[in-house]
Protein backbone atom coordinates (compact mmCIF):
# COMPACT_ATOMS: atom_id res chain seq x y z
CA UNK A 1 0.00 0.00 0.00
CA UNK A 2 1.40 3.41 -0.60
CA UNK A 3 0.30 7.43 0.57
CA UNK A 4 0.21 10.02 -1.22
CA UNK A 5 0.43 13.56 -0.70
CA UNK A 6 1.05 16.51 -3.22
CA UNK A 7 2.45 20.02 -2.67
CA UNK A 8 3.13 23.04 -5.49
CA UNK A 9 -0.45 23.82 -6.47
CA UNK A 10 -1.34 27.92 -6.41
CA UNK A 11 -1.79 30.66 -8.46
CA UNK A 12 0.40 31.74 -11.76
CA UNK A 13 -0.31 34.11 -14.59
CA UNK A 14 -0.60 32.77 -18.33
CA UNK A 15 2.70 31.63 -19.64
CA UNK A 16 3.77 31.23 -16.06
CA UNK A 17 5.69 27.92 -14.45
CA UNK A 18 4.98 25.48 -11.54
CA UNK A 19 6.67 22.62 -10.03
CA UNK A 20 4.14 19.83 -8.54
CA UNK A 21 5.33 17.42 -6.26
CA UNK A 22 4.08 13.84 -5.27
CA UNK A 23 5.94 12.18 -1.84
CA UNK A 24 4.95 8.80 -1.85
CA UNK A 25 4.78 6.72 1.72
CA UNK A 26 6.14 3.13 1.63
CA UNK A 27 9.43 1.02 0.69
CA UNK A 28 7.94 -0.43 -2.27
CA UNK A 29 7.20 3.18 -4.37
CA UNK A 30 9.34 1.63 -7.43
CA UNK A 31 6.91 -0.92 -7.65
CA UNK A 32 4.54 1.38 -8.96
CA UNK A 33 3.76 3.15 -12.47
CA UNK A 34 2.74 7.15 -11.24
CA UNK A 35 0.39 9.20 -12.85
CA UNK A 36 -0.74 12.61 -12.63
CA UNK A 37 -4.45 13.79 -13.53
CA UNK A 38 -6.81 16.87 -13.25
CA UNK A 39 -9.97 17.53 -12.69
CA UNK A 40 -11.87 20.82 -13.76
CA UNK A 41 -15.35 21.81 -12.43
CA UNK A 42 -17.69 19.63 -14.86
CA UNK A 43 -15.16 18.23 -16.50
CA UNK A 44 -14.17 14.64 -16.81
CA UNK A 45 -10.98 13.39 -14.56
CA UNK A 46 -7.75 13.13 -17.61
CA UNK A 47 -4.78 11.81 -17.44
CA UNK A 48 -1.96 14.60 -17.51
CA UNK A 49 1.26 12.81 -17.59
CA UNK A 50 2.25 9.31 -16.63
CA UNK A 51 5.42 7.49 -15.93
CA UNK A 52 6.72 3.75 -15.39
CA UNK A 53 8.48 2.43 -13.21
CA UNK A 54 12.01 3.04 -13.97
CA UNK A 55 11.17 6.03 -15.28
CA UNK A 56 12.24 5.67 -18.90
CA UNK A 57 8.56 5.23 -20.34
CA UNK A 58 5.86 8.56 -20.36
CA UNK A 59 3.24 9.57 -21.60
CA UNK A 60 1.69 13.03 -21.53
CA UNK A 61 -2.14 13.82 -23.18
CA UNK A 62 -1.44 15.75 -26.62
CA UNK A 63 -2.56 19.22 -24.52
CA UNK A 64 0.52 19.41 -22.79
CA UNK A 65 3.20 17.32 -24.73
CA UNK A 66 6.30 19.99 -24.83
CA UNK A 67 5.35 22.15 -22.29
CA UNK A 68 4.81 19.24 -19.30
CA UNK A 69 7.62 16.89 -17.53
CA UNK A 70 6.90 14.23 -15.50
CA UNK A 71 9.82 12.50 -13.89
CA UNK A 72 10.42 10.38 -10.43
CA UNK A 73 12.65 9.97 -8.01
CA UNK A 74 12.72 6.40 -6.51
CA UNK A 75 15.53 7.07 -3.58
CA UNK A 76 13.21 9.50 -2.71
CA UNK A 77 9.87 8.46 -3.21
CA UNK A 78 8.72 11.50 -5.08
CA UNK A 79 7.10 12.06 -8.65
CA UNK A 80 7.11 15.53 -10.26
CA UNK A 81 5.21 17.22 -12.67
CA UNK A 82 6.87 20.49 -14.09
CA UNK A 83 4.44 22.88 -15.77
CA UNK A 84 5.89 25.61 -17.98
CA UNK A 85 4.05 28.13 -20.78
CA UNK A 86 0.60 27.43 -18.43
CA UNK A 87 -2.38 28.32 -20.08
CA UNK A 88 -5.99 29.21 -18.52
CA UNK A 89 -7.44 25.74 -19.72
CA UNK A 90 -4.80 24.48 -16.89
CA UNK A 91 -6.56 25.24 -14.08
CA UNK A 92 -8.09 22.40 -12.52
CA UNK A 93 -7.03 20.13 -9.35
CA UNK A 94 -4.11 17.89 -9.91
CA UNK A 95 -4.03 14.45 -8.26
CA UNK A 96 -1.18 11.81 -8.27
CA UNK A 97 -2.19 8.60 -8.30
CA UNK A 98 -0.31 4.84 -8.17
CA UNK A 99 -0.69 1.37 -10.04
CA UNK A 100 0.92 -1.68 -9.99
CA UNK A 101 2.89 -2.91 -13.18
CA UNK A 102 2.51 -0.92 -16.04
CA UNK A 103 2.13 2.63 -16.67
CA UNK A 104 -1.50 3.82 -18.07
CA UNK A 105 -3.93 6.95 -18.92
CA UNK A 106 -6.63 5.06 -17.45
CA UNK A 107 -7.65 6.56 -14.23
CA UNK A 108 -9.60 3.47 -13.16
CA UNK A 109 -6.56 0.96 -13.22
CA UNK A 110 -4.81 3.16 -10.33
CA UNK A 111 -5.60 1.96 -6.88
CA UNK A 112 -3.98 4.87 -4.55
CA UNK A 113 -4.56 8.85 -4.74
CA UNK A 114 -3.31 11.99 -3.23
CA UNK A 115 -6.11 14.19 -1.84
CA UNK A 116 -5.15 17.11 -4.76
CA UNK A 117 -3.74 20.20 -5.01
CA UNK A 118 -5.06 23.45 -6.79
CA UNK A 119 -3.33 24.80 -9.77
CA UNK A 120 -5.28 28.00 -10.70
CA UNK A 121 -3.86 30.13 -14.07
CA UNK A 122 -4.85 33.68 -14.66
CA UNK A 123 -5.05 35.29 -17.72
Known amino acids: QVQLVESGGGLVQVGGSLRLSCAASGRTFSSYAMGWFRQAPGKERECVGA????????YYTDSVKGRFTISRDNAANTVDLQMNSLKPEDTAVYFC????????????????WGQGTQVTVSS
Open 97 to 112: AAKSMYVSSNDREYNY
Open 51 to 58: ISRNGQST
